[in-house]
């Protein structure tokens, strides 16, 4: 089965739309990384100040490789690279168990 990394952001409120616009403009690379599934970017709505990065993979293999190469490369820069919009992060992983897709008729 799939793995899920879901990173765990803490975004200060000022720094929301940063983060956003940040992630809107990405370059895209995880799409065309091999073992890559699904991405999705959680806005939190229940007042913490958590964002969740969520990714799927075909194994931890397929993660790491993405991390040590495109995913490296995206996130080097010198020392005109804008500060983040996070003040942390942590990175969960989980293993898919079960899932679910919705009925056809």
Known sequence: MSIVKINVLTV???Q???LEKRFASRAGLVESADGFEWFELLRPVDGT???LVYT???DEESFQAW???S???AHQGGS????PAASGSTVWTMEVL???EPKSD
């Open 12 to 14: 200060p409120a000022e």
């Open 16 to 18: 929301r739309e940063t």
């Open 49 to 51: 100040d958590n964002y």
């Open 56 to 58: 799927r993979w075909r």
């Open 67 to 69: 991390m040590e190469g």
């Open 71 to 73: 995913m490296k490369e």
């Open 80 to 83: 005109d690279r804008p500060k």
């Open 98 to 100: 079960q899932q679910a």
